[in-house]
């Protein structure tokens, strides 16, 4: 791993090259100079040159020196806060470490140790150090003292753990950062190999126990402020080599020595989200932004990237709505900063906003062009939006530069499988297979890809491979399926015509579609609640008890607002909003939040917020909310009246508005039923009926089935057999094993499960005017009715 010395050489050299007049600064000219010359692919124009001279004068205005522009120390902290890659920079303009810097300086070997004195470094070791600013800030000379003997306790421990073939180093260079990044710091510390060191044996004892007496001298020392110098750099020496926890132990001592400066809060977060404590590291995240605002200018340089890793640290707990905000502020703060964009770009993605996504992770790659995860990333959400094509191109892009990257593999495979080109996508997966042996999906994929391209053999070994590395019911499930197809194709003696594996079917058109008895579902109305509880099941908001959100009414204070029509109301922030989201779905992990947030961002609050303000009605998602939270059906639609009644326009009664109500419905239909609901809401403008309804007049109106929600019936149905399965029964169409209900044509009896009823798809073989269908929930209602059936025959019978 490159230290903190070799980086500021580099930044000396880069320094060195562009100060063309020796004064010890960089003018603008000189300054447009290294912009130019460490971006060989791009072209800048005259404006966008000036535009990032101005901000690079404006936010370092501390390190400017009049007319001599920007000092050595100033392009440092450029560099520290995440403006620009040293390493790159430095390959870019083809230089070389200045060897005179190190000549006449003795050679120390890491791999001696028999004795303090030949580990000692050298004053003039020490005064190099010093000149070249390695990041340890240091003030006190005996603090130094305490570096020197810290260095040495590090390489014995190192000698000891790699002699006994205890450290062990993972590589992460193929993988997309974790989140979106793992990038932290005020500087790239973090080596793409993860030391992880042995902390259970006798030789890390002994070392955290002298670990401890260097401490109990840094805490000795004459002042607060020396002893804060000492922590600080037992800290950062300590993070340098991946020691965490021990390195968290003296920049938490550091916080209580000096409660208000940034940079023990700082490191504490870095340290705290490396070990995978998101919320502690959230918690100093903000502490140090609070004391970086109080600090005025002192602290402004660091304040991007606190705002990078405080949104680092809120899309570890899953709040990725609040985090974008906190990467806006790093963007806004250092337009140059290429990783604050690429993680916005990345969380818009992943909320679902991706025509965002696409422009900041664009203006991530103009600043930084051989950045792979944001091309993998920008790939993702061109993806997203249809843009197949330019989404293949990209993804090729990011494996060109990273020729093993697993998400860039993964996800074009993903790509290719949705176009049907089923030969690529195995190929893909195959490539990820090979850098990553044991990823179960990507060997399912190869499976169905394979079984796509009419490989079924190949397929079969694939779904086996799968098999061993996981027990998944999703394996299984598919291993049944291909059982069905293959017994199917016997049967026909010839090859199947559906994609993925499917077999071949016909659509009918939904007039020719005719059901048998009350209890049987409409084919449209079934296929509206399955999105329902898609969604409900993405979401998990049907784990969520409906009494929680009379829970928030009742204790959550929202001050009242006015929109632009002059109407009050409890709005608020998306990101506030998410945090509401956080304590009903309490019960998921961040990850699973994500994808729920996502979810609901894109069905629900871009119908609520659309003007784009970003702010919602908070009493108004409540009420929408309650339909598809857990509960009773009648709990579920009074909550949703005693959403409407909280909301500032109709507080304090026992009756809403009539024309709040039909907008309510009207929303509902709008978010739910997509179908019928846009043409919908384009006639609740401008209704100024002030006539006021009971809970009673709300739910005729909720209940009705042409104008209302009516479809809740067919969902409650869902909830409640959407799992159970039908013994043996296949559906007829797709050959999956049925689960739900099971819809069985009366006439061929032949049978179909939700999903293939829902579409229309009916086998090919059996071609009628019209198909009368019958609902089963479950075999046991099958047997009764077929048991029905025959007792009529034999009362029938002479």
């Excluded at 191109?393 to 176009?419: C, M, R, S, T």
């Excluded at 049907?420 to 850098?435: D, I, N, P, W």
Aim: charged fraction near 30%; proline fraction near 3%.
């Amino acid at each position: 791993m490159a230290t903190r010395g070799s980086r500021s050489e580099k930044v000396k050299r880069i320094f060195q090259q562009f100060d063309n007049n020796h004064d010890g600064g960089l003018n603008r000219d000189e300054m447009a100079a290294l912009v130019v010359d460490v971006n060989p692919r791009v072209k800048f124009s005259d404006e966008q040159i000036n535009a990032i001279l101005d901000e690079v004068f404006r936010t370092y205005g501390e390190f400017i020196d009049g007319e001599r522009g920007l000092t050595y120390d100033g392009l440092l902290r450029t560099y520290d806060d995440g403006a620009g890659d040293v390493d790159r920079d430095f390959d870019a303009l083809g230089l070389d470490l200045n060897p005179e810097e190190t000549k006449g300086e003795p050679v120390v070997s890491e791999a001696s140790s028999s004795s303090i004195a030949d580990e000692r470094v050298t004053e003039s070791q020490r005064k190099q150090r010093t000149a070249v600013s390695p990041h340890h800030d240091i003030i006190f000379d005996d603090t130094w003292k305490l570096i020197d003997e810290l260095e040495i306790l590090l390489k014995r421990l190192k000698s000891k753990q790699a002699k006994d073939g205890k450290i062990k180093n993972e590589n992460f260079d193929a993988y997309s950062d974790a989140g979106w990044s793992r990038e932290l710091g005020p500087s790239a510390e973090l080596s793409e190999k993860r030391v992880c060191w042995e902390e259970s044996g006798p030789d890390y004892a002994i070392f955290v126990k002298e670990l401890g007496a260097l401490r109990s001298r840094a805490d000795g020392a004459r002042s607060r402020e020396e002893a804060f110098d000492g922590q600080m750099a037992i800290g950062r020496i300590l993070y340098e080599h991946q020691l965490f926890k021990e390195a968290l132990i003296s920049f938490k001592r550091s916080c209580e020595l000096q409660p208000t400066d940034v940079r023990p809060h700082f490191r504490a977060g870095n340290c705290l989200y490396v070990l995978g404590k998101c919320k502690e590291a959230k918690d100093e995240f903000l502490l140090a932004l609070e004391s970086a605002e109080a600090g005025g200018n002192q602290w402004g340089y660091l304040l991007p990237q606190i705002y990078v890793n405080l949104g680092i640290a809120l899309e570890g707990e899953g709040m990725v709505l609040s985090a974008c905000e906190y990467y806006r502020e790093a963007a806004i703060l250092c337009p140059t900063h290429f990783r604050a964009l690429k993680l916005l770009g990345s969380a818009l993605f992943g909320v679902g906003e991706f025509r965002a996504a696409v422009k900041a992770l664009e203006e991530a790659i103009f600043m930084k062009p051989d950045y792979v995860d944001a091309h993998c990333d920008l790939a993702s959400a061109l993806h997203a939006l249809g843009e197949d094509e330019r989404a293949i191109e990209v993804f090729q892009k990011a494996i060109d530069l990273n020729p093993g990257h697993v998400d860039a593999l993964y996800n074009l495979g993903g790509l290719y499988l949705d176009l049907g080109r089923f030969q690529r996508a195995s190929e893909m997966y195959t490539r990820v297979l090979a850098v990553w042996p044991n990823h179960w999906r990507a060997q399912l994929n190869k499976a169905v890809s394979l079984l796509g391209a009419g490989e079924t053999e190949e397929a079969k070994k694939a779904l086996k491979e799968a098999l061993k590395m996981t027990n998944r019911v999703e394996l299984h499930d598919a291993i049944y399926h291909m059982k069905q197809l293959q017994k199917k194709k016997k049967k026909k003696g010839k090859s199947i015509g559906g994609a993925n594996g499917e077999g071949a079917f016909v659509i009918v058109e939904p007039s020719k579609f005719k059901t048998v008895g009350e209890k049987t579902t409409l084919r449209q109305d079934l296929g509206n609640a399955i999105q329902i509880r898609d969604f409900q099941k993405i979401t998990r908001l049907s784990r969520c008890d409906v009494d929680l959100l009379q829970k928030e009414m009742n204790e959550t204070d929202v001050p009242v607002s006015y929109s632009g029509g002059g109407a009050p109301q409890k709005s608020i922030r998306k990101p506030n909003l998410e945090e509401v989201l956080r304590r009903l779905l309490s019960f998921l992990k961040p990850e699973t939040f994500q994808g729920a947030v996502k979810s609901i961002n894109e069905k629900i609050l871009s119908i609520l917020d659309e003007t784009g303000s970003g702010r919602v009605d908070l009493g108004m998602f409540y009420a929408v909310l309650a339909p598809i939270c857990n509960g009773a059906p009648d709990k579920r639609k009074r909550i949703a009246f005693d959403a409407l009644l909280w909301r500032p326009v109709n507080e304090g009664g026992s009756r809403i508005k009539k024309v709040d109500a039909l907008q309510y419905i009207k929303l509902l239909r709008a978010i739910y039923i997509p179908s019928h609901g846009i043409s919908e809401m384009l006639e609740i403008h401008g209704e100024t009926d002030s006539s006021m309804v009971s809970f009673s007049e709300f739910l005729s109106m909720f209940d009705d089935p042409d104008w209302g929600f009516g479809i809740m019936s067919t969902l409650l149905k869902l909830e409640t057999g959407d799992r159970n399965r039908h013994g043996r029964q296949v559906c007829s169409v797709c050959r999956y094993p049925v689960i739900g209900s099971r819809f069985k044509e009366v006439k061929s009896h032949f049978s179909l499960c939700n999903q293939c009823y829902s579409e229309g798809k009916v086998p090919p073989s059996f071609k009628q005017d019209e198909y009368k269908f019958k609902e089963y929930g479950s075999e046991a209602e099958a047997m009764k009715d077929k048991c029905m059936c025959f007792t009529l025959q034999s009362h029938k019978a002479p």
